[in-house]
């Protein structure tokens, strides 16, 4: 009977997790033949990766966006999984990084010979965009002038007094890249500490306001000249070229794409598609949807002009960042992360606390353990999972906050039982009722509002933490967080973190609200 019962909650259990991929997904049948579209954390990526879903919609092709999921080794292994289909990327990258090439002939690979390559992986390089991003290394004008340096010769020769006064703020996919710090310090015999990494978003306003003197930077950045940089020359041809092509799986139809992306975009129009994200605070999806019209037939919506322009001032920006049509996805997402995570936690940290209170020679190991859980930080979990499971998104970041739910759930409940008096257990043995009796009908009863308030720590914590799940393409409101990190919009930050908050304090309540029905009638009554 124990053994069919507990079948059947098995059944239950997986049948609602696929249920919330299902929602994560779009609850759809058509979402299962959606293009997933991938893009990495900065600028350029993101704006490429809305001209790539909007390109592919407006060829009537469902496609979906999943915005800065990480670095090249995520991406890469979310194309070998099928979690996404095709992303922007760049021909010196693909063969450094990805084809692990770094012969000086390989580096000047032609497209099909870097096809061939590609072949065995049932990836393919294609519909190549017309511009090339390459790597450069950057300071303040002022500074150059003072060193007399404007190449990277230059630099390695100024004497160790002046180099170790140098401050870099590298990217932290620039300081580990085949392709990057390491290579180039091999190559021009650098003597500089590389310091800690920066995001690259971020490195600009810290080279700005001269907390850094160094940063790693993309030719087509937006902020080059806007602060006045002095990218220092390549003078021995280190850097490949950067051309910018599209990442996908060898099966996917690249027709519509070539139709309307190749050759579209020189240096100086993704320079200023950049400026326009960054620099003038325009939305990803808007850039991307401007641009599009105006290269091709489809009219630009007169109500987007009317929008930008009540959005002017920071306060309507805000609340038009806040209230955009994708509330709704993402507050989806962010709930089926934080109760899909919730329930797991439930199954498992509720039966564990049971475990630690029966079983007190146990207790220890089991609050060790679940408490070791929320010392890995979330990242490096998230990582981990990818790896192990095979994929990105919506599965890694569940099983990650199921783990990081467990110490409130289970350290409540076994709080909850231990306090249940022992005379109400010995009157049960009493009456003779078993030990799975005297468990559900005196103790769980007694502890519920011990564990209700572990479940609602959990969920108020998750709510916080799913933020982060934003950063392996689970969605959520972190979305909007990542994306505004990426280009320094603290606005765009704060139409995810406001929402975040208060729906933390919304599930605070509603929990608040539960417990109180659960609370005996006389600590109710009482003032």
Known sequence: MVSSHRGRLARASARLLMALGSLMLGGSVVAAQTVAVGSKRFTESYLLGELITQALQTAGTPAEHKQGLGNTGILEQALASGSIDVYPEYTGTIVRELLKRTSPDDAAASLEQINRWLAPRGLKATVPLGFNNTYA??????????????????????????????????????????????????????KIDAGRGIDHGLAYKALADGQIDLIDVYSTDAQIGRLKLQVLRDDLGYFPRYDAVLLMRASLDDRALKAKLEGRLDNATMVSLNAEAEIDRRSFDEVARAWLASHSATPRDPGEAIAQGRAANPFDRFVSRLLAPDLGRLLRQHLILVFGSLFIASLIGIPLGVLACRRPALS???MALTGLLQTIPSLALLAFLIALLGTIGFMPALIALSAYALLPIVRNTHAGLQSVAHGLIEAGIALGLRRAQILRK???????????????????????????????????????????????????????AVPAAMLAIVVQFAFDMIERRYRPASARKRP
């Open 364 to 366: 220890s190991t089991v």
């Open 442 to 496: 005196i103790e769980l009863p007694l502890a519920a509002p011990m564990v209700l308030a572990g479940l609602k720590t959990a969920a108020v914590i998750n709510v916080g933490t799913a933020t982060v799940a934003a950063f392996v393409g689970a969605g959520g409101l972190g979305e909007r967080i990542v994306s505004g990190l990426a280009v320094s919009d603290t606005t765009q930050m704060l139409a995810g």
């Open 137 to 190: 290394i950057a300071m303040r004008q002022a500074d150059a002038a003072r060193l007399g340096i404007d190449s990277l010769s230059g630099l390695a020769k100024l004497p160790q007094s002046l180099t170790s006064t140098l401050r870099p703020g590298l990217s932290h996919e620039f300081l580990v890249r085949a392709d990057g710090w390491p290579g180039l310090t091999q190559a021009y015999g650098l």
